[in-house]
């Protein structure tokens, strides 16, 4: 089956928009987690899901970032107001489930998409 | 913030050579996972180690794991040129789902 998909791969925007970034996890996936990563450095987690529960949203850097998750499926992570910090490859990633032993299952990511904010 | 560092942070080798990049974090985990990342590319899972393993093999590549240390190893043996990307540990502790990454180790691999 098709792996973790993000649109858009690239969004160039101005200053003070509002941009949706849209994930779609691989079918049957329970958990779905949204990361970012600045040039040069590993990706840094923002929040994540299981089914349409946000679950931890703590890696979020303000009130700016937003993600919802309405059916347990797609997942949509809005930044509103951007500036240009914001700008960065924002990752997508889906897992199965955790395994019988609790311990998290392995992450599948996206492609990403890379927001330039001008 | 970042959890682990990798060592090196880049490495330059020859086909047919092994490469071994080192993982180094803080707190106690569950498991630990390396991921690769070629240029401009998405991020490939490679291999999960759990806590309760000492090490752990797939194909060319192996993990080890130490604890006790808080460290990690990826050994990946007869290195190819398309071996070159880079590389990330990432951690994953208690019930958190959250990965953890390190910061990366460039692997060039020429012919």
């Known amino acids: 089956g098709a792996g973790v998909s993000q649109s858009p791969r690239y969004k160039v925007t101005k200053r003070g928009q509002d941009v949706a970034l849209r994930c779609d996890p691989i079918s049957g996936h329970v958990s779905l987690y949204w990361y970012r990563q600045a040039l040069g450095q590993g990706p840094e987690f923002l929040t994540y899901?299981?089914?349409?529960?946000?679950?931890?949203k703590s890696g979020l850097p303000n009130d700016r970032f937003s993600a919802e998750r309405p059916e347990g499926s797609i997942s949509t992570l809005t930044i509103q107001r951007t500036e240009q910090r914001d700008s960065a490859m924002y990752r997508c990633?889906?897992?199965?489930?955790?395994?019988?032993?609790?311990?998290?299952?392995?992450?599948?990511f996206g492609p990403g998409t890379r927001l330039l904010v001008l | 913030s970042q959890q682990g560092e990798e060592d090196p942070q880049a490495l330059s080798i020859q086909e047919g050579e092994n490469a071994t990049m080192n993982c180094s974090y803080k707190?106690?985990?569950?498991?630990l996972q390396w991921y690769r990342q070629n240029s401009g590319r998405g991020l490939v899972h490679l291999i999960l180690?759990?806590?309760?393993?000492r090490e752990k093999h797939s194909g060319r590549l192996r993990v080890t794991l130490d604890t006790s240390k808080k460290s990690s190893s990826l050994l990946i043996t007869a290195s190819r040129a398309a071996d070159t990307a880079s590389y990330f540990c990432a951690t994953a502790n208690g019930t958190a789902s959250k990965l953890t990454f390190g910061t990366g180790t460039r692997l060039q691999v020429t012919l």
């Open positions: 990633a889906s897992s199965l489930a955790l395994d019988r032993q609790g311990a998290q299952e392995t992450q599948y």
């Open positions: 707190t106690s985990i569950n498991n």
């Open positions: 180690i759990r806590s309760n393993e």
């Open positions: 899901f299981n089914y349409e529960a946000q679950q931890d």
